[in-house]
């Protein structure tokens, strides 16, 4: 299928990626997209869970917990989730720790965790939970956990620095299954290397973007904690939360200077191999065109991408079309975006492109507004 593609006299706005939201504008584009993952659609057949499984058998917890009141959801109604995996998780049961590597669940140690870091090092986590996410919405609500709509769970990732909090969205991840099951999973904030990609970065750039702009992150040492809350809609409709489900704290050390562009560890990658300041410029004149972020202003684009993605016709092999990423990076005032479009360029024959727009739906994203200057 073919994507949609913004022409000199087309579309009129810009939409979030896989979604119709149309008549929506200014809103947050993570909270829109974050709305239609959320809203149940028609049940399709449960899809294999992901790949990181406990290493063995559920462990009895440390110290016997209280008896729990009925409710629809205890008396019968929970999915059989992944209980306790291990030691380390028995003692970090409804914990955020943080880690300066990446780590699987049965490699993490508690010598692994950590409580110092500095901005732009490596810095990971993983979310220790009693119980899976369907399942504390359901218990939270007192509703059966079948009536959780599994498959549009998200979380909110609240960080408290300076006396100020911020609730920031982590990028919807993860299939039905791993919802029901899942008591434990693991994320990153700073991946230098880019090697795995984990929830947290856009949830952790969020952060950065927003404390900054409002002052409370500051070159210097700063306390944050962190909590981890998922929500998730019923089957029915009607928007669903467990309040906190994790929660830890660490320290981090701002140091001076670390917000400029070209500083790939928070501030995102520079152009790519595709990209030229011609591509780059007609990207960003046609994002204006078509803008409806009225807090945003749309101030610069970057080609980030490698290489063009060549698109031939099947019988022929003659080329139709090449794309490549584009980010477009605006200014608010309360915090700085950064929407990763596609920008095409149509076949013009002797070898050469015509010069193209960009594309209708985006991924959205945060970044620290240091990093525009």
Not at 73 to 100: E, K, M, W
Request: hydrophobic share 40%.
């Amino acid at each position: 299928m073919r994507k949609g593609w913004i022409a000199a006299a087309a579309l009129g706005c810009i939409a979030v990626t896989g979604s119709a939201v149309a008549g929506a504008a200014g809103q947050d584009p993570f909270k829109r997209l974050r709305d239609v993952v959320g809203k149940p659609t028609t049940p399709a057949p449960s899809s294999s869970p992901s790949p990181e499984r406990p290493t063995r058998r559920p462990l009895p917890a440390p110290t016997a917990a209280a008896a729990k009141p009925a409710t629809a959801a205890s008396a019968g109604g929970l999915f059989p989730d992944q209980g306790v995996h291990n030691p380390v998780h028995a003692a970090h049961q409804s914990q955020i720790v943080f880690t300066r590597r990446d780590l699987g669940i049965g490699a993490i140690t508690e010598a692994d965790i950590a409580s110092d870091f500095t901005l732009g090092e490596p810095m990971y986590f993983r979310v220790f939970t009693e119980r899976s996410a369907a399942n504390a919405l359901a218990l939270a609500n007192n509703m059966p956990a079948k009536d959780v709509y599994a498959d549009g769970v998200y979380y909110t990732a609240r960080f408290t620095v300076g006396g100020q909090s911020f609730d920031t969205g982590i990028f919807p991840w993860g299939n039905r299954k791993d919802h029901e099951t899942w008591t434990t999973w693991r994320g990153q904030f700073v991946n230098p290397g880019n090697a795995q990609l984990t929830p947290g970065t856009d949830a952790f750039l969020e952060l950065l973007s927003r404390a900054t702009a409002a002052g409370v992150l500051a070159p210097g040492k700063h306390a944050l904690t962190m909590e981890v809350i998922p929500f998730a809609n019923t089957e029915a409709g009607g928007k669903l939360t467990a309040g906190t489900v994790a929660k830890g704290s660490f320290n981090l050390t701002v140091p001076p200077g670390i917000f400029k562009a070209g500083n790939k560890a928070v501030c995102g990658p520079g152009r790519g191999g595709a990209g030229t300041a011609a591509t780059e410029a007609r990207a960003l004149s046609e994002a204006k065109r078509y803008w409806d972020w009225p807090d945003l202003t749309p101030v610069k684009a970057v080609a980030t991408g490698s290489q063009w993605k060549i698109t031939v016709n099947e019988l022929t092999s003659i080329p139709i079309e090449r794309e490549t990423d584009v980010t477009i990076y605006s200014r608010g005032a309360k915090f700085c975006a950064a929407h990763r479009h596609t920008v095409t360029e149509k076949y013009a024959g002797g070898g050469t492109y015509a010069p193209g727009g960009i594309s209708v739906n985006f991924t959205p994203g945060y970044i620290p507004c240091g990093c525009l200057d």
